[in-house]
């Protein structure tokens, strides 16, 4: 490739705040994908994560649509996305890094994906980084003029009153927030000089289980369970960001409640895993981890913990799960589904037909 700007190349990012920012910035929704930087110099296109991996060989439909929406040569910034209905799909998405080709290719087919473009660096010879991001989305929006799906502009607007309906409204269309970002910026790369307002909410969990840390005997993440309506326990995520300090202190923590094996675990049959539901169990293979070791440890389902999250995706919790407190005065049985607060429903449609406000 013959570009301004070369791989490999690291996105600018966000820095978690707890409350909308105001002032002069540009608000964008925050789309749950996977972030990608896109390059193409003619009919070579390169997809790029957000950790510099490439993606290109797992979206061949993207592959083709950049050919044909994109201009001939250009980098863009953005988010490859997945749909399910009127909601994003993030399991779906996970479920689109697989390492057989055929496979590969009948997702391409079964679930496309979208890429949503929010920033534009370079366009044929010139590159647009040091341009302030005011300059950058006006470039951004004339060039994706008349541009079809799956390739898509997102929204934008420097209304806080439209940010903070947005914070509202998008979630139940399966988004994560809201983005946002000095208008007077350069795009500077791997640093975290936007701001981004999440959703969190708390919910308490079983913890039936748990993992090492890789770095030795102290726990690398617990593994928490909500009961459904036929009173089954069912494995909703884990909760893993902990000092090394408190890794150790959990160890001598979930002891006593340590089992000698699976026979009396409500996960037992997790054990006997095959292809198709590997993905659910505590113990599968990661697609994103290769061959890493994900065995775990069987806990007596006795302990209650209080954790955040951002959002439900289907029957689990997204992303990781922020441990707050041990909840001693809740019992397993009471933690269930129905304590979830579930977001108003919102059409993926109407966010993407929005334009500049």
């Known amino acids: 490739m013959d570009l301004p700007i070369s791989l490999p190349f690291a996105p600018m990012l966000a820095k978690a705040v707890k409350t909308m920012p105001q002032g002069e ?3 964008e929704p925050k789309w749950d994908g996977f972030r990608c930087v896109v390059f193409r110099d003619g009919d070579e296109v390169e997809l790029s994560s957000r950790g510099e991996k490439p993606l290109t060989r797992y979206f061949p439909e993207l ?9 001939e040569r250009c980098v863009l910034d953005g988010e490859i996305v997945l749909r399910k209905g009127p909601r994003l799909d993030f399991d779906g998405l996970q479920q689109r890094i697989h390492p057989a080709a055929s496979r590969i290719k009948l997702l391409s087919k079964q679930t496309p994906a979208s890429f949503v473009a929010f920033d534009l660096l ?3 010879d010139a590159s647009l980084l040091d341009l302030p991001l005011a300059q950058r989305r006006q470039r951004l929006v004339d060039t994706l003029a008349g541009v079809k799906p799956p390739i898509h502009l997102t929204p934008a607007s420097d209304s806080y009153d439209t940010a903070l309906r947005w914070f509202d409204e998008f979630e139940g269309a399966g988004l994560d927030g809201v983005i946002a970002k000095p208008l007077d910026r350069p795009y500077e790369q791997d640093k975290r000089v936007q701001w981004k307002v999440k959703h969190e909410r708390t ?5 039936a289980g748990f993992r090492w840390h890789k770095s030795g005997p102290v726990v690398g993440s617990l593994l928490l369970g909500l009961y459904d309506d036929a009173g089954r326990l069912q494995h909703v995520g884990v909760s893993a960001s902990f000092t090394m300090k408190r890794r150790a202190e959990l160890v001598d923590e979930l002891a006593p409640y340590r089992m000698d094996g699976f026979a009396d675990h409500p996960w037992a049959g997790w054990a006997e895993q095959t292809e198709d539901t590997a993905d659910r169990m505590p113990g599968a293979l990661s697609r994103w981890s290769g061959k890493r070791n994900l065995e775990w440890v069987p806990l007596r389902p006795e302990l209650v913990v209080e954790v955040a999250y951002d959002g439900m995706e289907g ?3 997204r992303h990781t799960a922020r441990f707050r407190r041990w909840r001693p005065d809740r019992t397993p049985e009471s933690c269930d589904y129905e304590q979830l607060e579930v977001p108003v429903a919102y059409d993926l449609d109407d966010i993407l037909g929005t334009t500049d406000s």
């Open 63 to 71: 592959v083709e649509a950049v050919r044909r929406e994109l201009p």
């Open 203 to 207: 919910a308490d969990c079983v913890v």
């Open 25 to 27: 910035v540009l608000y």
């Open 122 to 124: 370079a366009l044929g």
């Open 315 to 317: 029957d689990r919790i």
